[in-house]
């Protein structure tokens, strides 16, 4: 559950209150909300929400304000790159795309990726593009008087939903892909407001300061285990997992189709991988009312992709039906 309050409302309740319980009571929330949010605002505005139990030395909350500060500030990725490389000989990777997230709202798939991820313990934790969705920021009009969430708001549930999976994901390294709706965001800021470039606020880094970003991320390059992974499809159509592991000659894994599906191809180099991620998003939410409700082949879930001596096995899919995520025949 989001708090459904403003960053200045909820540093009030807490300055006045100083009790995580007392404050999940005030707000109807459970504890880890209570404690989420709090290490969100510390994060992002560099303050510090002491609790009744923190030493009344003023001195000390200087010097550990300035020490969180400077910790954001060396972690905080201030470029986009073109690319990632990294090298995964025996591990996992487990990979979520189009999350859209939306204020108020947990998916089922959402809440399966955070408990997988304490339980598989993967390397490596990917969002393969489009966790914010931007709605009040579309290139696509307003349908009649729907209800679109203010753009903070969003952001916000983003920082949630993100800082849950960075409490999930321990020493695992964070990776996002740029997807065509995160990049409304910046795109937006840069053509309306172009002076405020490189300014705090002007890109998702600075919202997500623990997540590394690129076009694309490669595993294992230039050896039989590369695997790809990147928002677009390298060729769209019903068969798009079938065609973009085709055609770049490597596994290839991506999202924005929200289907959710395998597609194993073989040939003289052996056995590649086709993988559409779906979507971590309920496919009938509020986000995607642009359907007009009519029916889609779109699949709520995510992606596990384990390694073996530098090469990828099967790859796994976590699926939500029926109301229930389940994987390897269990419910999550």
Not at 157 to 185: K, M, P, Y
Request: with cysteine.
């Amino acid at each position: 559950m989001t708090l459904k309050v403003t960053d200045e409302e909820f540093v009030e309740i807490w300055n006045r209150l100083r009790e995580p319980r007392k404050i999940a009571l005030h707000f109807d929330l459970d504890i880890r909300s209570v404690h989420s949010r709090r290490k969100s605002i510390e994060t992002r505005l560099g303050i510090i929400l002491p609790s009744k139990n923190t030493k009344k030395n003023t001195s000390n909350i200087k010097n550990i304000q300035r020490s969180m500060s400077e910790q954001a500030s060396e972690k905080r990725a201030r470029v986009y790159q073109k690319e990632i490389n990294e090298t995964l000989v025996d591990g996992i990777i487990m990979v979520a795309s189009d999350a859209h997230y939306w204020p108020g709202i947990v998916s089922i798939a959402h809440q399966a990726f955070c408990k997988l991820i304490k339980e598989l313990k993967p390397q490596i934790v990917v969002l393969n593009g489009d966790i914010l969705d931007g709605a009040r920021i579309s290139r696509h009009a307003r349908i009649m008087w729907e209800p679109q969430p203010k753009l903070k708001d969003e952001l916000h549930a983003v920082q949630d939903r993100c800082a849950e999976i960075e409490r999930a994901a321990g020493s695992a390294q964070l990776i996002r892909s740029i997807g065509n709706h995160d990049a409304r965001f910046e795109t937006m800021m840069s053509s309306s407001v172009p002076e405020i470039e490189e300014l705090p606020g002007s890109t998702l880094f600075d919202y997500l300061p623990n997540w590394r970003a690129s076009w694309v991320i490669h595993i294992n390059p230039i050896t039989d285990g590369w695997l790809s992974i990147r928002h677009r499809p390298v060729s769209g159509g019903i068969h798009a997992s079938y065609n973009s592991t085709l055609r770049a000659g490597v596994s290839y894994v991506h999202g924005h189709l929200h289907k959710l599906q395998v597609t194993p191809w073989s040939d003289y180099r052996g056995r590649r991988y086709g993988v559409d991620t779906g979507t971590l998003a309920e496919p009938c939410g509020p986000q995607f009312n642009y359907t007009e409700a009519g029916p889609v082949n779109w699949t709520s879930g995510f992606a596990v992709l384990t390694f073996v001596s530098g090469k990828l096995l099967q790859p796994e899919l976590c699926v939500v039906e029926h109301g229930k995520a389940w994987f390897r025949g269990k419910e999550v």
